[in-house]
Nanobody
Framework: QVQLVESGGGLVQAGGSLRLSCAASGIIFNAMGWYRQAPGKQRELVAAISSGGTTNFADSVKERFTISRDNAAKNTVYLQMNNLKPEDTAVYYC?????????????WGQGTQVTVST
């Protein structure tokens, strides 16, 4: 049974940093990443990474967020979020699948809340 377990969300002031982690069990996925959904908005891709190291970022987080994977196990993905802004406030969901392009059709975590205060 596939499971994605997220951790690391919380409350932070604007300009601060948080690191999200997501550990997958069951199988090793080629692509893993993070989506987020703010109240009243559609879920959007934040960042994704393939097992080969290819990455994809939303324009709004480039230069502020980085994504990485555990080199040994390949089944843990991290999202380092720096210089956080109030507009980054959302529920962040880990996703895993066959490739970055179809990540949204793969497996999902339960979500972790990130709140950035002014």
């Amino acid at each position: 049974q596939v499971q994605l377990v997220e951790s690391g969300g919380g409350l932070v002031q604007a300009g601060g940093s948080l690191r999200l982690s997501c550990a997958a069990s069951g199988i090793i996925f080629n692509a893993m990443g993070w989506y987020r959904q703010a109240p009243g908005k559609q879920r959007e891709l934040v960042a994704a990474i393939s097992s080969g190291g290819t990455t994809n970022f939303a324009d709004s987080v480039k230069e502020r967020f980085t994504i990485s994977r555990d080199n040994a196990a390949k089944n843990t993905v991290y999202l380092q979020m720096n210089n956080l802004k109030p507009e980054d406030t959302a529920v962040y969901y880990c996703a895993a699948g066959a490739n970055i392009a179809t990540l949204r059709f793969g497996s999902w975590g339960q979500g972790t809340q990130v709140t950035v205060s002014t």
